[in-house]
């Protein structure tokens, strides 16, 4: 009993003591560990979102992007049947969902797999050469691989992708996933096998890439893909339904201009034209604007192991009539 005394005397000055930003201190962010979350420091950043929701995520059918499949996109509207291998035709997702527009009528894009398949493909892979040459060793086998070499624009685009992954071998860092595979390249495009020079048996096997001559390795892999059928499901007939639609699905929570105190107001406009931060305890206006703003957990529970130490959460809320991207970083020692 005796050692729980200074917890319960705690407990009994937090019962009397005034003001929201003191009663958080106790609800378990204020430790006698440091570790565990006194003293660090939490920054808000508020990036406002121009325009409507639709204005961010809907597309006109007669204006799709590059990178969705327009003939999926037409055959979903019509209801036909189409497929795509490999990659989702519109690469959707719960947080970047595709919608689209066509004759006042607004559709959620998506697609479902519906089978695989297993494909044989050359890939692609460049490794320096040894000793490092250049570009300038006179070697008559190393071909230019750059913008405006004498290779196909196959083999161009192949040897900029792999580029990418023969540079991080033995580095620190990484190259870009959804360009690069399996270390290389990939041919995919009967096209792009058919036009190829590097795949030819008596193709080059050195290239020069950025003054620096590379050894070329084909290989022919399986791969097993995802076979994708696109869907269009209509889900509003006006802007403004269109508008609830992502509000629901992508909005958090909604604070009204006068809801917030003239201090924790304040905040919020500081945090919208750079990142505001409070080193733990916090104020009592920086606690009244987490609550609203749904950032609990910073505040009730313990910062560290409740919060996430370090974690750059990112949500969508609306303040007033706008829309902002709302960034909540913990730091503490050794953060930066």
């Known amino acids: 009993m005796d050692e729980l005394a200074p917890s319960r005397r705690r407990l009994l000055a937090c019962a009397v003591a005034s003001g929201v930003g003191i009663v958080a201190g106790c609800l378990g962010t204020e430790n006698d560990d440091p570790s565990d979350g006194d003293g660090a420091e939490l920054r808000l950043s508020l990036s406002r979102v121009e325009g409507s929701l639709r204005d961010r995520y809907v597309r006109d059918h007669d204006d799709p992007p590059e990178r969705w499949d327009e003939a999926g996109l037409d055959a979903a509207l019509a209801g036909e049947v189409y497929t795509t291998r490999h990659r989702e035709p519109f690469l959707a997702s719960g947080d970047d969902p595709a919608y689209v527009r066509r004759d006042g009528t607004y559709y959620r894009l998506d697609s479902v797999v519906v089978d695989e398949v297993a494909e044989t493909y050359p890939v692609l892979r460049l490794f320096e050469s040894d000793g490092d040459e250049s570009a300038d060793d006179g070697d008559e086998s190393a071909l230019d691989g750059g913008e405006n070499g004498p290779l196909p624009e196959a083999d161009r685009r192949g040897v900029r992708i792999a580029h990418f992954a023969a540079r991080a071998r033995g580095n620190v860092g990484g190259y870009p996933v959804g360009l690069v595979e399996r270390g290389g390249y990939v041919y995919r495009s009967v096209s792009a096998r058919d036009d190829s020079e590097l795949l030819a048996a008596d193709g080059p096997d050195r290239v020069v890439y950025r003054d620096t001559a590379y050894r070329v390795e084909v290989e022919r892999e399986q791969f097993h893909e995802a076979v994708y059928r696109p869907t269009a ?70 910062v560290r192991k409740d919060a996430g130490v370090g974690a750059n959460e990112e949500r969508m809320i609306r303040y007033g009539d706008e829309y902002y991207e709302r960034s909540l970083r913990l730091l503490g020692d050794g953060d930066g």
Do not use: Q, W
């Open 233 to 302: 499901e209509a889900v509003a007939e006006d802007p403004e339904r269109m508008e609830a639609v992502l509000r629901a699905r992508l909005v958090g929570p909604r604070v009204g201009a006068d809801e917030l105190s003239a201090e924790a107001a304040r905040i919020v406009e500081r945090a919208a034209v750079d990142e505001y931060g409070e080193t733990h305890p916090y104020s009592e206006a920086y606690v009244e604007l987490l609550r609203a703003i749904d950032a609990r957990p910073y505040i009730d529970g313990n």
